[in-house]
């Protein structure tokens, strides 16, 4: 039985432009394009293809109709709080920007997938 919080793993049946349209046993459900990334999602094809499988956070449960609200994005990240590190000390501008080139491009390749 699902149930609200479970993380499951459900096929991709069909895109629309507000979200991905899955399945899970006699169950139906609808991945939000708001729920499947916390960056932009330029083009919600790229995420999956119809067949795939791919795992999701129950969000709601409607038992009447066996329809699901899922999230890909909270069953990915479990939504972890990240502190940054601080150092002491100085360090100059243009040894930092490439840093944060890198860091800002690695970000924008993981909300890409």
């Avoid at 507000?18 to 916390?38: A, C």
């Avoid at 999701?56 to 502190?83: D, F, G, M, P």
């Amino acid at each position: 039985m699902i149930k609200k919080g479970d993380i499951i793993l459900v096929e991709v049946t069909g895109f629309t432009s507000y979200g991905v349209f899955v399945k899970k046993d006699d169950y139906t459900g609808l991945i939000h394009i708001s729920e499947i990334s916390d960056k932009f999602v330029r083009d919600i094809n790229l995420f999956a293809s119809v067949g795939d499988l791919v795992s999701a956070y129950v969000i709601e449960i409607n038992e009447e109709q066996k329809q699901l609200t899922l999230s890909y994005k909270l069953c990915k990240s479990k939504r972890q709080i990240i502190v940054s590190e601080f150092k002491i000390g100085f360090e100059p501008f243009k040894q930092r920007l490439s840093k944060m080139i890198k860091q800002a491009k690695k970000e924008l390749e993981e909300g890409a997938q």
